[in-house]
């Protein structure tokens, strides 16, 4: 544990860092790759709630994944911040336990009050149902799934629906009858609905402000229309809630989701906030820096801790089974000079291009990771990874300590602890190290009668329920049904196998080496991104993110041919990225 005044003295190394830590109103953070943003947020939240935000008041943090809301929750523990009135965790799960499932019922929604979020297969019949209702048997209805999810997801104006199709008013209206007729409702509406409360109702505002002196947002360029509504709604209207966000334009790459880095550029330019840029990368050598800037339409000034890093393309004439012969190479090569394999990483573009790869470095002998989307990650299926990874690796290499799992324990549990249920966990965790090649089913099993069942059942839990039911089918029956306890450690905490990720999944995260495949124009961009510079900017950014992953090295492999899985081969040259970069 480090003290708070150790995180305020390592801040003020770093002028912008420290102005952005001090600034007493609303603050917006634009935060490039490597620059500390993490530290920086969890320091600020540890300052306000010891110095500024007095008791039963309280703060909330809303981070885009459940991964991480569970790092910021580990470092604001490790600066001893205790406070129940602090919430950290994703936007869904702020807006279902804060706002729907408080107030809701006071409204008189009945139908979200006492609805249940509706799991992929009943989202999927309320769907085809709809389609039914809507179109007719002969109409190619292909891709009218991802239109109307996108559409619902950036909350689409009356025109923007009509440029998507005539009948997507219908089509979503349907949706979500189906869905409410049986009681449930999905993510999208979930959001929109406490949207909805917060900015029909002043005493839900009033509400929220009283019990949350200040809103901490992270990675806000990432995060969909009506959170930046909500947050609007909070922070700028006739209630007093106090914002710092934190985030990066350049590094908006969910644009799936409905995000659009637009909004965070247009929250900084708010008369009312005051905006700090941070220019400093302690990650990337300055090499790395210095090209990844290059990929930018305007450059920025930024400032490397780390001196040389290297960054080459390697042409594969022969196609995409040189590459991987290349990657294999590669990684030998880093191997062989001390790099851990867990500090290499290999960033595909599709996740069937990582279980090629994944297939062909395993038959080189070399070990490899790749997060599989059997379940997702929720604090409840982390949580069961994480006690695995106790129990296998020796004292204190796992990565958690047992007072983080048991917090993560409590915090699950809620109301539906009893005094017994810490000590039954330890004794499990104790009693499973004499077993790690016990089937990671039983362990599974031994947790949810443990305790974590009671709490799966509590409407606050839902999201933890359906991926805790998907780990369960996915270890019992599914493709892990083998998985020992062992390997389920091994899923929290990939020690000695490379990494192998798609460019979506690499963000956040920082490896030795970075290794990227397959970079053809057609391919990354896409050739249908380019048809569309909304589009092409955000592939244009998963690339500038996926350089920025690496300390040391970035491999950039190419053939300047693919073919496609019809058989239909392409030759239009490497990566226009490639050649902008003046290395193809």
């Known amino acids: 544990m480090i003290s ?76 001893g911040v205790r406070r129940s009135t602090l919430f950290v965790g ?38 085809e149902a709809a389609v039914k209702a809507v179109y007719s048997p002969s109409e190619d209805t292909r891709y009218i799934r991802s239109t109307m999810d996108k559409a619902r997801k950036m909350l689409a104006t009356a025109d923007e ?43 839900v505002r009033r509400a929220l402000a009283a019990r949350y002196r200040c809103l901490y947002v992270d990675e806000y360029q990432d995060l969909p229309p009506a959170l930046d509504r909500l947050v609007r709604a909070l922070c700028f209207s006739d209630v007093d809630v106090r914002l710092f966000a934190v985030g990066d334009p350049d590094q908006s790459i969910y644009g799936w989701t409905g995000s659009r880095p637009e909004l965070l550029d ?23 820096i210095a090209y990844s800037q290059r990929v930018l339409p305007s450059e920025r000034e930024i400032g490397a801790v780390r001196e040389g890093g290297e960054v080459r393309a390697v042409h594969c004439p022969s196609g995409i089974d040189e590459q991987r012969q290349e990657t294999g190479g590669i990684v030998d090569k880093a191997r062989a000079l001390g790099t851990p394999l867990e500090e290499i990483a290999v960033i595909c573009r599709k996740n069937e291009e990582c279980s090629e790869m994944a297939d062909f470095l395993r038959a080189r002998s070399i070990p490899c990771f790749v997060r599989s989307g059997h379940y997702g990650l929720t604090a409840a299926t982390m949580l069961v990874e994480n006690l695995a990874a106790w129990v296998v690796f020796p004292r204190g290499s796992s990565g958690r300590s047992l007072s983080d799992l048991l917090r993560t324990w409590h915090g699950l549990l809620g109301t539906s602890a009893k005094p017994t249920d810490d000590v039954s966990l330890v004794r499990l965790l104790r009693e499973s190290a004499q077993t790690p090649n016990q089937p990671a089913s039983e362990f599974l099993q031994a947790v949810i009668d443990r ?67 397959a970079l053809e124009e057609g391919l990354v961009p896409f050739y249908w991104s380019t048809q569309d510079p909304k589009e092409l900017a955000e592939e244009r950014r998963k690339f500038y993110v996926s350089i920025t992953r690496a300390r040391r ?23 226009r990225f490639l050649v902008e970069l003046g290395l193809a």
């Open 90 to 127: 994703t936007v869904h799960s702020f807006a279902l336990t804060k706002i729907v499932i408080p107030y809701a019922p006071v409204v008189g929604w009945s139908d979200v009050a006492g609805a249940s979020i509706a799991n992929p297969g009943e989202q999927n019949d309320a769907f």
């Open 266 to 288: 247009e929250l900084s330019n708010t008369d009312e906030i005051a905006t700090v840029r941070l220019n400093v990368n302690y990650r990337c050598g300055a090499e790395i």
């Open 451 to 517: 305790g974590l069942g009671a709490s799966l059942r509590s409407r606050a839990n839902s999201q933890d329920a359906q991926e805790i039911a998907k780990m369960r089918s996915a270890l019992t029956e599914g493709d892990l049904s083998g998985l020992t306890l062992q390997a389920l450690a091994d899923r929290a905490r990939p020690v000695g196998r490379v990494e192998v990720t798609t460019m979506s999944s690499a963000k956040g995260l920082e490896f030795d080496v970075v290794i990227m495949t």
């Open 161 to 203: 629906l009509r440029q998507m199709g005539s009948r997507i008013p219908q089509l979503i209206e349907a949706y979500e009858h189906n869905l409410r007729a049986e009681a449930l409702i999905d993510f999208e509406d979930l959001v929109t609905s406490a949207l909805r409360l917060v900015e029909e109702f002043p005493f």
């Open 553 to 575: 090295e970035v491999h950039l492999l190419y053939s300047g041919w693919f073919t496609w899985p019809s058989g239909a081969s392409r030759h239009d040259g490497p990566s």
């Open 4 to 79: 708070l005044s150790q995180a305020r003295d390592e801040l003020r190394q770093n002028e912008r860092q420290w102005a952005a830590f001090r600034i007493p109103g609303h603050c917006v953070v634009i935060a490039p790759p490597g620059s500390g943003k993490t530290k920086l947020l969890t320091t600020r939240v540890a300052e306000d709630l010891t110095t500024n935000i007095r008791s039963p008041r309280g703060a909330a943090c809303i981070t885009l994944t459940n991964p991480a809301a569970e790092e910021v929750k580990r470092r604001l523990a490790i600066l």
